[in-house]
């Protein structure tokens, strides 16, 4: 078990090593947004991951899912034994998740732009059964390309959606095809409520996603590191999809923060 | 054949200051060279597929010849619309490239599956589609298809045979010719088709182009209609093409390719080969299945 984010650092490292498969880096850089959430923020029961009293929470950008993973094995809904099976042919753990496989993913993603309007219309139902339950999701800055997250932003204002919050993992790793500008402002403009942190200041974290009344839905710009915690992967486009080799494991183990 | 996808896009940019190559936030790396040559006709557009085939189509509406590559299910799938309407309805010319055909991404998981990549583009009037089995049969078929001034779909795949066939675009290759059943392959497959029909009168027909899919080669060489189709996309893709070229004739046609289901295990490509039984071994049983027909 995982006790601290270092820990579980380790554990992912040691996954994909094994697997030879991995978008670590991506894991790494919204680790401790999930970190916060599974601690205190959303409500899950991993005695019953359907419980319909639970928080959905959508991880838009699937490739990271080690980092899913990785939080849903600390919280109980598989052994965290279980990573040592990610992405192969026997094990449930994909190099995306999947839904009807892993107990606490809400949506199988993985074709970016699908998971924020899926998160939409989960929030949309639950509003329609007058559910307390919330939703988050989190989207990547490359993401935000798509047409279908701006799509999914319109409807969630014009339906007053407001437990629903998406945070953008702004890591900036998208600045090399498509600059976002002024992420804020563009999320205001579709009447959204904005809020800016440090998505590694678990403080900043925590504030953001707390329970918020009212119908505006909120976007949560998180300023984020990709790799964050591992020195020679942060902000190093080479580990965007590459699991370290056997040799050079213990030297990564080495630089986890 | 990636490698080769980026030497064939250098040669050809420096070439014909047409081209204009839109990557989808892939191949960033190994097209750094290129960037660097042509900065305005080498771009890095985004993760933003549907946008990407209807700008491509402004291109070539202003005498452009754009190519977009990204991973098949991306290209193919998400902007299929687009592809069909402004690609195929205007009648321009444009080059798709993909990778990650079928399960060559096994790890990935079925997001990044595309094995109805074929059947897709099959389904767009006008639509050339290539499957090259070898880096040198893409460098040809890009080649000779390059100012065709229409659509066209290449298949990279992972994997590739170990010996190039001289490929011509819209012909199959005869690769044996025997008395027995007919086996109709395509791209990367012909290796593990050789080693199965290894020491039988079986014919050998090798298409790397899928469409326009040549009729007459297999009219010629159809034998008494026993026909297998050996296929690196979804099962029965061909079939359509097939029983057309052949109507009129009595046939026994016999598919085999990847099953139409999800295929929800993770691993390694070859993982999927065993898995979805398209090893040599089942491949010959299949053949000799069909002696028996």
Known sequence: MASTLRDLREQILRAACAAGEGHIASAFSILDILWVLYHGILRHNPANPADPARDRFVLSKGHASLGIYGILATRGFFPMEELKTFASSSGRLGGHPDSRKVPGVEASTGSLGHGMPMAAGMALGLKIRKSSSRVVCIVGDGECNEGAVWEAALLAAHHKLGHFTCVVDFNHSGDRALMLGDLAAKFRSFDWDVVEIDGHDHAQIEAALKPHDGDVPRAVIASTIKGKGCKEMENNPAWHHKAPKVDELEAMLAQLA | ?293
């Open chain 2, 1 to 293: 054949m990636r490698k080769q996808f980026v030497t064939t896009m250098e040669r050809l940019l420096d070439e014909d200051p047409r081209l204009v190559v839109l990557l989808g936030d892939i191949g960033v790396f190994a097209f750094r060279h290129a960037f660097q040559k042509h900065p305005k006709r080498v771009i890095n557009i985004g993760i933003l597929e549907q946008a990407t085939v209807s700008v491509a189509a402004g291109l070539a509406k202003e005498g452009f010849i754009p190519l977009f590559h990204s991973i098949a299910p991306f290209v193919v799938e998400r902007a299929f619309e687009q592809i069909k309407v402004d690609f195929g309805y205007q009648a321009l010319g444009g080059h798709f490239v993909s990778v990650g055909g079928s399960y060559d991404y096994a790890a990935l998981g079925c997001s990044h599956h595309c094995p109805g990549d074929v059947e897709l583009m099959q389904a767009v009037p006008g639509m050339q589609i290539l499957a090259p089995g070898h880096p040198a049969e893409f460098d040809s078929l890009m080649s000779q298809t390059f100012a065709s001034g229409k659509p066209t779909y290449h298949r990279l795949s992972e994997r590739s045979n170990s010996e190039a066939r001289p490929v011509t675009f819209g012909k199959a290759e005869i690769e044996q010719l025997g008395s027995g059943p007919v086996i109709v392959t395509v791209g990367p497959f012909l290796d593990r088709v050789i080693e199965a029909s290894s020491g039988s009168d079986a014919t050998i027909l090798y298409y790397t182009t899928l469409a326009p899919f040549d009729d007459e080669t297999l009219r010629e060489h159809a034998g008494d209609g026993r026909i297998l189709c050996v296929e690196p996309f979804y099962e029965g893709t061909l079939a359509a093409s097939i029983t057309n070229a052949l109507r009129g004739k009595r046939i026994a046609l016999s598919s085999m390719g990847v099953p139409r289901r999800f295929l929800t295990d993770y691993g390694h490509a070859s993982y999927h080969d065993a898995a979805c039984g398209l090893l040599a071994a089942d491949i010959r049983a299949r053949l000799d299945e069909l002696r028996h027909v």
